[in-house]
């Protein structure tokens, strides 16, 4: 079973402009959460995309925004990049009754801000 | 709301030596519990997890009970390799009023020496 992919896996922006993080979930999972992992700051949680829709979002500006597609797969959109946003974005899945399941992450994404 | 705390790092310990990384929460429900590790340059990787009180996970000679009483779930490990060195996060779930947004503590970095 493949586990959860993310791409790229290295980013390189340079301030104002605009960031596209793409995540898959293992098969059968419906839930995709997003995580910035700047140095020295742990996860901070982004979004919960379930079933399509937007579930829940963490305290971060609406210049952080995604989606959820058909087939499940996810989008991280940031806009304006601002050098505080370098971090590791992890992206993580899971199936049903999500509050006693297991999260699997990718191994996520990079992005540089210069 | 939900929180976790971990000890702060980085653990610094001998090759054999005993590992104990703490970790307390606050939570209204009743939340399950999990750890995950992150090796230099990866995603997170569940370790265990633990859905009730009392019950004690385990994997790879790790183990950590779940502490109603005193809201804890300590990592422990009777005998460290250096191939333990990562970052390990202490994490909880808990499903109310149809939002669940998982909480994960900053992280602790432990460092095993040959």
């Known amino acids: 079973e493949a586990g959860v992919t993310q791409s790229p896996t290295h980013l390189i922006k340079t301030r104002g402009q605009q960031a596209t993080l793409r995540c898959s979930p293992i098969?059968?999972?419906?839930?995709v959460y997003w995580y910035q992992q700047a140095l020295g700051l742990g996860l901070q949680f982004l979004l919960w995309?379930?079933?399509?829709?937007?579930?829940n979002r963490g305290n971060f500006p609406p210049r952080f925004s995604g989606r959820q597609f058909p087939n499940y797969s996810s989008e991280l959109n940031v806009n304006a990049l601002e050098l505080e946003d370098s971090a590791l974005y992890l992206c993580a899945s899971s199936r049903e009754d999500r509050a006693r399941e297991t999260q699997y992450f990718g191994p996520g994404t990079r992005l540089l801000v210069l | 709301g939900n929180s976790v705390t971990q000890m702060e790092g980085p653990v610094t310990l001998s090759e054999e030596a005993f590992l104990t990384i703490n970790c307390t929460y606050t939570a209204t429900g009743y939340p399950s519990l999990f750890w995950y590790v992150q090796y230099p340059g990866e995603g997170l990787q569940l370790l265990l997890k633990?859905?009730?009180?009392?019950d004690k996970g385990s994997n790879k000679g790790f183990e950590a009970t779940y502490r109603k009483e005193t809201t804890s779930f300590h990592l422990e490990k009777g005998s460290v390799q250096v191939s333990d060195s990562a970052v390990y996060f202490c994490a909880l779930s808990d499903q109310r009023g149809g939002s669940y947004i998982p909480t994960f503590g900053r992280g602790t970095s432990l460092i095993v020496h040959p």
């Open positions: 633990a859905t009730k009180a009392d």
């Open positions: 995309y379930d079933e399509g829709e937007e579930r």
């Open positions: 098969s059968g999972h419906t839930s």
